[in-house]
């Protein structure tokens, strides 16, 4: 257990609606990343935030969105969804953004899209 | 632009040693992480280099060479459990963690 908490765990929706991912992240970490992994992909970076300002932003669609809350806790939205969106979407976080700072992963929300 | 490369797949033998490589191109150099996935699991850490030479944890050790733009991730006494992907990360001048696709490894009896 990595102390990064995500839900829901599994999402099913269809196209063209909004979805929203939660994460909490490690107690003390103030570093909170968003990566998309779809079947059989590498991780995608999808966007960075640093004690609630946005630090990084990766391959990040236009329909999607983030924000980082002043308890650290992180939501993902999606919106007008395709069914290319479907993947897993993980949530990392880091104490902070130092070189040797590991990430620790959520377990992941799997969003299928119909 | 950046780049990192590893192998798409390998595959090894119960007991036997493994070598997974990864060589990068990026705008500067913070440091690499390696990870490990199970299939639909979270990547879970398991090594950092930041400086040239090899780190040795348990049966996993991380070599790395900065003037090469090489590292590789090392496997003895491999176990069943080890079927896993490998990702390779290395973190750029603006301390941005770039990832690989990952080296799908496949132990087999």
């Known amino acids: 257990d990595s102390g990064v908490t995500q839900t829901p765990k599994h999402l099913i929706t269809a196209t063209g609606q909004r979805v929203t991912l939660r994460c909490s992240p490690r107690s003390g970490d103030l570093s909170v990343y968003w990566y998309q992994q779809s079947l059989d992909q590498g991780l995608q970076f999808l966007i960075q935030y640093y004690n609630g300002e946005e630090r990084a932003k990766g391959n990040i669609l236009e329909r999607f969105s983030a924000q980082q809350f002043p308890d650290l806790h992180s939501e993902l939205n999606l919106s007008s969804l395709e069914l290319g969106d479907s993947a897993l979407y993980f949530c990392?976080?880091?104490?902070?953004?130092?070189?040797?700072?590991?990430?620790?992963f959520g377990p992941g929300t799997r969003l299928t899209v119909t | 632009g950046q780049n990192i490369d590893q192998p798409t797949e390998m595959t090894a033998t119960e007991g036997a040693i493994v070598q997974i490589n990864c060589t990068y191109q990026t705008s500067g150099f913070n440091g690499l992480f390696w990870y490990q996935q199970h299939a639909g699991e979270a990547p879970t850490f398991l090594s950092y280099?930041?400086l040239d030479g090899l780190e040795e944890k348990g049966r996993f050790s991380s070599f790395l060479s900065r003037s090469k733009g090489y590292s590789y991730l090392l496997l003895k006494e491999l176990q069943m459990k080890d079927s896993a992907s490998y990702l390779c990360a290395v973190r750029d001048s603006n301390y941005q963690l770039i990832w690989g696709a990952g080296t799908k490894l496949i132990i087999k009896p």
């Open positions: 280099n930041v």
């Open positions: 990392a976080s880091s104490v902070g953004t130092g070189s040797s700072y590991e990430q620790y």
